[in-house]
């Protein structure tokens, strides 16, 4: 644990000085290829502008958009489905095909794993790949906005992107944590009560804004999603439930109330319940502000 | 051939079939009686010996006791705690029963309630519904009908091609078309789970098999599948312990083999079914009762049946306190806490057991 956050905080280090060397070099950084950035996976050098970008990353896929960067993507994952316009195939993240990727001639592989030497095998093929794992931390999703500005040649359009997202995630802050103050949250993960403490990238939210986490009692093993028993939910009975979901599982209000003793949870009787879609819930993308607006507008209510 | 059959109904015989010791019986149902207490007792959250105590005395209506309990603990208690007390105890039981009735009918002491592929059909159907269903609740609700539906085509295919195989005489033929079928439906899971990479985490907390705090409504869906299972094998009890001397000896005593042996297979398996559907795959459960109890009261299956329903019914209670406890309020799989605590404990057994031999 303690060795793999050196790691990790050694190649932010790493890229932070990429960075700032980059952003020394002035206005020309943004045309100022070959860049080399400094991934989880290691050092990657793109050497010119790419026109043919894979993403295999859903929140990669939504970043790339928000950054303009839209046009020079020429395939997306299954999973990528927002936004909208983003090319979606069949090409899987999770059990990539070398070949199948290969055959979109792309110049840039952006993915969030690197299941079976997805990254070494493309590597044989000359195609750089840029490794962006689930970040634990804003720190760290910013910070691959931020990479993905500066491998597409859309630096500016990042770096306006970060300030924006911070200015507005701010603001709610600022507003909604004296509202916060004393409320506890149970965040569902799915029905079978797997939630996410203050370790996962979602917890950090409710962190941000003051709320206390339920979850946090049960995280001994640290994994940032704990399975909860549902006398614990009970018995804690959070002031705010948020269902994380309601698409994969049809999750709802109403079925939250009938489940055996929920009745009694003060989210239930002031209802309380946030719903969330998944697949904001479980990125770290641009779409966090609206994360952070669903949060404020919940708890302006309560 | 014929001595053996004479040696059952000798009265001198060593393999004829005793009923249940009363100090077995005694023993297998304070068990039970105590997993419950502690079943109920403990929880991830402290109710309190007493204030569980005055809980049950007012709903037992004895005068003069009210329950020292609050509004959201009685909740907890009566909502979520007792049902799953119940529901651990009946699939706990039944599974035992399985792998006790699916033992002696195939005469094979390693096999287990899922040999004949209910596991891997029920696996096949839950993924199917998790993964095809449409996105919701729908697809939530029908998960257990799907799984259920699964097992029972897995569990029809493997006996459709044992018998085409050997026309049902040979037990070693069906269990190794249960093999098949077994791979096969695996297969076809795997790769369905592999298509829909998205809903892997569910799949996988389905596969790792739990009790679930679901209220009284798996309970009630549960039973009546268990109650005609385990009342049609208990009946069928003695047959078992003939059965399991073979065909041919069993055939010889006026036993209609293949009938008996369909029924027995049947009810084992639509039992199972019902408790893979609700609380995924339990594993070891169906072994190590059965032998442990063997192992120690030394019985046949006329004894043996009903005392691993019991004792089944106890383990699984037991492991499932564990599993709610252990890492409190965090949940651990169950399936991983009947292996883990179930086969040191079963290897103690095994090694009393030869050491006494």
Same mark, same amino acid.
Do not use: C, N, W
């Given at each position: 644990?303690?060795?793999?956050?050196?790691?990790?905080?050694?190649?932010?280090?790493?890229?932070?000085?990429?960075?700032?060397?980059?952003?020394?070099?002035?206005?020309?950084?943004?045309?100022?290829?070959?860049?080399?950035?400094?991934?989880?996976?290691?050092?990657?050098?793109?050497?010119?502008?790419?026109?043919?970008?894979?993403?295999?990353?859903?929140?990669?896929?939504?970043?790339?958009?928000?950054?303009?960067?839209?046009?020079?993507?020429?395939?997306?994952?299954?999973?990528?489905?927002?936004?909208?316009?983003?090319?979606?195939?069949?090409l899987s993240g999770f059990t990539p095909n070398v070949e199948a990727i290969a055959a979109y001639r792309p110049d840039l592989v952006v993915a969030s794993y690197d299941p079976k030497g997805l990254v070494s095998a493309l590597g044989r093929l000359g195609i750089p790949v840029v490794l962006h794992g689930a970040a634990s931390n804003f720190r760290?999703?910013?910070?691959?906005?931020?990479?993905?500005?500066?491998?597409?040649g859309r630096e500016a359009a990042a770096a306006r992107l970060i300030a924006d997202?911070?200015?507005?995630?701010?603001?709610?802050?600022?507003?909604?944590?004296?509202?916060?103050?004393?409320?506890?949250?149970?965040?569902?993960?799915?029905?079978?009560?797997?939630?996410?403490?203050?370790?996962?990238?979602?917890?950090?939210?409710?962190?941000?804004?003051?709320l206390e986490n339920i979850a946090?009692?049960?995280?001994?093993?640290?994994?940032?999603?704990?399975?909860l028993s549902a006398e614990y939910i009970v018995s804690s009975g959070p002031d705010l439930i948020v269902l994380a979901d309601t698409v994969c599982c049809g999750q709802k209000p109403s079925t939250v109330a009938a489940r055996p003793g929920w009745d009694r949870i003060s989210a239930v009787r002031t209802g309380s319940i946030v719903r969330i879609h998944d697949s904001i819930a479980s990125r770290w993308g641009p779409r966090l502000v609206s994360f952070f607006r669903a949060m404020s507008s919940a708890l302006a209510r309560l | 051939m014929s001595a053996t059959a004479a040696k059952v109904v000798s009265p001198a015989g060593a393999v004829r079939p005793r009923g249940i010791a009363p100090v077995w019986a005694v023993a297998a149902v304070a068990f039970l009686l105590g997993a419950i207490v502690i079943g109920v007792a403990v929880g991830p959250i402290d109710l309190g010996f007493r204030g569980i105590a005055s809980s049950l005395a007012e709903r037992l209506r004895i005068p003069g006791i009210s329950s020292s309990l609050s509004a959201t603990e009685e909740s907890i208690l009566w909502e979520i705690r007792m049902p799953r007390v119940v529901l651990a105890a009946l699939v706990g039981g039944m599974l035992s029963l399985a792998g006790a009735t699916y033992q002696g009918v195939f005469r094979n002491p390693l096999v287990d309630p899922y040999l004949l592929g209910v596991a891997a059909g029920a696996g096949l159907g839950a993924t199917l519904a998790i993964a095809y269903l449409p996105d919701g609740l729908r697809g939530q609700q029908a998960l257990p009908a799907a799984a259920f539906v699964g097992g029972a085509v897995a569990v029809f295919l493997t006996y459709s091609v044992g018998r085409s195989a050997s026309r049902g005489r040979d037990t070693t033929t069906l269990v190794l078309a249960g093999v098949t079928v077994a791979s096969f439906f695996t297969a076809l899971q795997t790769f369905v789970q592999q298509q829909n990479a998205d809903t892997l985490q569910q799949v996988y907390t389905w596969i790792l098999g739990s009790i679930p705090s679901s209220g009284w409504s798996d309970v009630v869906l549960v039973l009546p599948y268990v109650a005609i299972a385990t009342v049609v094998i208990l009946v069928l009890r003695r047959v078992v312990d003939v059965l399991s001397l073979g065909d041919d000896e069993a055939a010889s005593l006026g036993v209609d083999v293949r009938r008996v042996r369909l029924t027995l297979v049947v009810a084992a398996t639509v039992g199972t079914a019902a408790a893979v559907a609700v609380c995924g795959?339990?594993?070891?459960?169906?072994?190590?009762?059965?032998?442990?109890?063997?192992? !120690?009261?030394?019985?046949?299956?006329?004894?043996?049946?009903? !005392?691993?329903?019991?004792?089944?019914?106890?383990? !699984?209670?037991?492991?499932?306190?564990?599993?709610?406890?252990? !890492?409190?309020?965090?949940?651990?799989?169950?399936?991983?806490?009947?292996?883990?605590?179930?086969?040191?404990?079963?290897?103690l057994v095994l090694r009393t057991s030869r050491g006494a031999a």
């Open positions: 644990m303690l060795r793999s956050s050196i790691l990790v905080a050694g190649a932010v280090m790493a890229a932070l000085v990429v960075l700032v060397s980059g952003a020394a070099a002035g206005p020309a950084a943004s045309s100022a290829f070959p860049v080399t950035i400094t991934t989880a996976a290691g050092k990657v050098t793109i050497s010119k502008k790419p026109a043919r970008i894979v993403s295999l990353s859903p929140t990669a896929t939504e970043s790339l958009y928000a950054i303009g960067a839209g046009p020079q993507v020429v395939a997306v994952d299954d999973q990528s489905d927002y936004p909208k316009a983003a090319p979606k195939t069949a760290g999703a910013y910070q691959q906005i931020r990479q993905l500005g500066m491998v597409t997202m911070k200015a507005r995630i701010g603001k709610i802050v600022r507003t909604s944590r004296s509202r916060a103050e004393g409320l506890s949250v149970y965040h569902e993960v799915s029905p079978d009560f797997y939630s996410a403490s203050t370790r996962s990238f979602v917890g950090k939210v409710y962190a941000a804004l003051g946090d009692a049960a995280d001994s093993a640290g994994t940032g999603f704990p399975q | 795959l339990i594993g070891f459960v169906g072994i190590i009762v059965p032998h442990a109890i063997r192992m !120690l009261a030394g019985v046949g299956y006329r004894a043996l049946l009903p !005392l691993s329903v019991i004792v089944g019914a106890g383990f !699984l209670v037991l492991a499932d306190v564990i599993a709610r406890t252990a !890492l409190a309020p965090a949940e651990i799989p169950l399936g991983i806490v009947t292996a883990f605590f179930g086969a040191p404990f079963f290897a």
